[in-house]
T-cell receptor
Framework: GQQLNQSPQSMFIQEGEDVSMNCTSS?????WLWYKQEPGEGPVLLIA?????ELTSNGRLTAQFGITRKDSFLNISASIPSDVGIYFC???????????FGGGTRLMVKP | DGGITQSPKYLFRKEGQNVTLSCEQN?????MYWYRQDPGQGLRLIYY???????QKGDIAEGYSVSREKKESFPLTVTSAQKNPTAFYLC??????????????FGQGTRLTVV
């Protein structure tokens, strides 16, 4: 079946630094989603991408839908302590198909 | 407010007992899902349902059962056959239409501990 490889698995950064993480797939997706999960809570949708090459921002977060349709990137600028959590990517081939989740990137921010 | 609600937040169960986790949504979503999350791990799909009175096994369905008698509700039963039930359980819902965006929205989770 389809698999999503998310990297890095974890990051420990200093407050104020920029963060980059990505997801790659062995096959194409037509929708990419990025979620954030805080400790003990459910994942919350951050950004949804629907078109290859699309670049979408949500505050300090920017995500891109790779032109090959097999990858997506999430960047966080000027990190702050409340950015701590696990970030998950998810891909969907077509509307009506199941989501496939990446393994998550655990972000830790040192004040 | 529209949303998806899981209850309880924390649940303790004696080994050998069945336990049911509740998931309710008022988003008018057709599809509902149950995921299991172990410490430091990603999400693994247990069961999903695209329509009332129908559901499908996910990747790790053994030891679990579900029902979908109402569109709003998708309870998960963790049976005594589940060998390692201690985990964080997440319920999600989404639309299920080929003409609509189908982002999944999650509940706040239920942490189940077997004692």
């Amino acid at each position: 079946g389809q698999q999503l490889n998310q990297s890095p698995q974890s990051m420990f950064i200093q407050e104020g630094e920029d963060v980059s993480m990505n997801c790659t797939s062995s096959s194409i997706f037509n929708t990419w989603l990025w979620y954030k999960q805080e400790p003990g809570e459910g994942p919350v949708l951050l950004i949804a991408l629907y078109k290859a090459g699309e670049l979408t921002s949500n505050g300090r977060l920017t995500a891109q839908f790779g032109i090959t349709r097999k990858d997506s990137f999430l960047n966080i600028s000027a990190s702050i302590p409340s950015d701590v959590g696990i970030y998950f990517c998810a891909g969907q081939l077509n509307a009506g198909n199941m989501l496939t989740f990446g393994g998550g990137t655990r972000l830790m921010v040192k004040p | 407010d529209g949303g998806i609600t899981q209850s309880p937040k924390y649940l303790f169960r004696k080994e050998g007992q069945n336990v049911t986790l509740s998931c309710e949504q008022n988003l008018n979503h057709d599809a509902m899902y149950w995921y299991r999350q172990d410490p430091g791990q990603g999400l693994r799909l247990i069961y999903y349902s695209q329509i009332v009175n129908d559901f499908q096994k996910g990747d790790i369905a053994e030891g679990y059962s579900v029902s979908r008698e109402k569109k709003e509700s998708f309870p998960l039963t963790v049976t005594s056959a589940q060998k390692n039930p201690t985990a964080f359980y997440l319920c999600a819902s989404s639309t299920w239409a080929r003409t609509q965006n189908t982002e999944a929205f999650f509940g706040q989770g239920t942490r189940l501990t077997v004692v």
